[in-house]
């Protein structure tokens, strides 16, 4: 094949720039080792009209179509590519129903929010803790999601929860443990105000805590667990693409920072798409989606296995990190 036209929207700037740059940089670095590739980007700004707009200039110019980051955008976005009977590729809104809500239209690479709690649920039935698991979301789909699956299994592993709009009034546990899913900001905040009170939660986690500038947002971090889609330090030699330490070495080269898992997951959408045109032999969208439904593989972003009759991702797991005094370290996932 002709070298592949890569597009992709996300946030440079607006609500979630915050991850959408890392996402820029850590494709901008596929692109690089690629070699066989061109690279678009657009903004998006954080909203959805402007992305819509932007991906329906892409669809004109690209052969591959890259998600922006963000559960609401990846919804607008999932529109946008059944409206154009084109593909997009899902490398930063785990939402389930964004997941899900056009088949054949969208192949997504994150695990999806129901399951993003499994492996602290996990934890804490092995640890056989006894006190009252709170769970906290924010007002997004993405938060209600992560509480939905996070009630339901622990309900199955025999964990007391309770789910609450904001934290529990004093007194209403003796012992109680804290899972918040949120927006970053939101997640900070809850947990800063849970740690602050005469009776703090025995037990942590935050989805912010998944990446590294919880470290400094929340002052001292130390004995948080976080769960994410992705953390360096488990490494295994992957089936596509670079393996964690070359990726990490060119991150750091470009940004002078770690990446977190925004970056490593739309690394892997890039990886994977372009495996599967060139597999294909063709952009179009029903032959790179047949090649898509039939792939198991792994990037060092994890396993990669789509339900063929969805797009939603069934191989890839969650990752559980708890911060130490040396920054966070992953335990589980």
Known sequence: MARLRVGACLSLTGGYARFGRQAAAALEVWRAADGRADLLIEDDRGDRDRLRTALRGLAGRCDVLL?????????????????????????????????????????SVPTPASRYAD?????????????????????????????????????????????????PEPGASARWNLLCAASFEEDVRTVAAA????????????????????????????????VGQWFPGRPREPELGLNEAAF?????????????????????????????????????????????????????????????????????????VRWTPAGPEAVGG
């Open 195 to 226: 740690r602050a009170r005469p009776d703090p939660p025995g037990t942590v986690c935050a989805v912010a805590a998944g990446v590294r500038g919880f470290g400094g947002a929340v002052g001292d971090p130390e004995g948080v667990y976080g």
């Open 67 to 107: 998600g922006p980051y963000a559960t609401d955008l990846m919804r607008a976005a999932g529109g946008v590519a059944a409206d154009l009977d084109r593909l997009v590729w899902n490398h930063g809104g785990s939402g389930d129903d964004a997941e899900t809500a056009h088949p054949g239209h969208v192949v």
């Open 248 to 320: 990490i070495a060119a991150v750091r080269r470009r940004t002078g920072t770690l990446p977190d898992y925004p970056a490593a997951q739309a690394y892997a959408a890039a990886v994977i798409a372009a495996h599967c045109v060139r597999t294909a032999g063709s952009p179009a969208r029903r032959p790179v989606w047949d090649v898509a439904a039939s792939l198991r593989t792994t990037t060092l972003f994890g396993a990669f296995g789509i339900d063929p009759s969805t797009g939603a991702q069934t191989a890839h797991q969650a990752v559980l």
């Open 119 to 167: 492996p602290f649920l996990r934890h804490l039935a092995a640890a056989r803790d006894p006190a009252r698991l709170y769970l906290v979301h924010g007002g997004g789909g993405f938060g209600r999601r992560v509480a939905d699956g996070a009630e339901t299994a622990a309900r199955a592993l025999g964990i007391d929860v309770a789910r609450v709009g904001g934290l």
